[in-house]
Every structure is written in structure tokens, then in C-alpha cells.
């Protein structure tokens, strides 16, 4: 069974940047596509960012241009680099398959990430 741990969240003032990592313990090529997912209090988990084996990325419209998605096939692990934070990023992080017409796997911890002054 695939686990996937999510770090690298915190407490960051808007403007500011974090950058998430993903460990994904059976090989990130498993998946043809993989991406991050976030849950803001109150709401459902939405797709923020995603990226396939041949590296095309994709994003919400509401992290493009701050966001940027990444793998490392080598260390088995996906990046989210996040800029110019703002109060509306406040979520727990997730990272999963993102392959359109599969099922995602089991969610890992999350990573909390709080945008405040």
C-alpha cells in the first residue's frame, strides 16, 4: 500500500513563502499523475496543482501564478513551492494521485499551512 507523508507547513505572514514536500514510500512513478490538494476549514478538499510523468502541470486559478508544482523522480518526492502566501491559502495540504479517471489512494496527515499576520 502507497503512504504518503506530507511536511514542510507552518505559520507564515501573507506575502511569505513555504515549501511542502511529499514523500511517497512506493515510488512517485506509480502514479501517471500526481498533485496537491488542500481543506480549508468548512470546505471541501479541492485540487490545487497537479503534474504528470512527462511534467506538465496544472493549476487552480486561484494559486497560478504563486504556486509552483515539482518531482523528483529520484528521491521520490513532490514539491509544492508556495509564494506570495495570502490568508485564503489557510488549508491542510494533501498530496494524491490526480490521474482523471482514477481513484486517489489512501490520504496521508496532511501538512497545516496558516497564512496570518
Known amino acids: 500500500q502507497v503512504q504518503l507523508v506530507e511536511s514542510g507547513g507552518g505559520l507564515v505572514q501573507p506575502g511569505g513563502s513555504l515549501r511542502l514536500s511529499c514523500a511517497v514510500s512506493?515510488?512517485?512513478?506509480?502514479?501517471?499523475?500526481v498533485g496537491w490538494y488542500r481543506q480549508a476549514p468548512g470546505k471541501q478538499r479541492e485540487l490545487v496543482a497537479s503534474?504528470?510523468?512527462?511534467?506538465?502541470?496544472n493549476y487552480a486559478d486561484s494559486v497560478k501564478g504563486r504556486f509552483t508544482i515539482s518531482r523528483d523522480n529520484a528521491k521520490n518526492t513532490l514539491y509544492l513551492q508556495m509564494n506570495s502566501l495570502k490568508p485564503e491559502d489557510t488549508a491542510v495540504y494533501y498530496c494524491?494521485?490526480?490521474?482523471?479517471?482514477?481513484?486517489?489512494?489512501?490520504w496521508g496527515q496532511g501538512t497545516q499551512v496558516t497564512v496570518s499576520s
Open positions: 494524491n494521485r490526480a490521474q482523471v479517471g482514477y481513484p486517489t489512494v489512501s
Open positions: 512506493r515510488g512517485i512513478f506509480i502514479f501517471n499523475a
Open positions: 503534474i504528470t510523468t512527462g511534467g506538465r502541470t
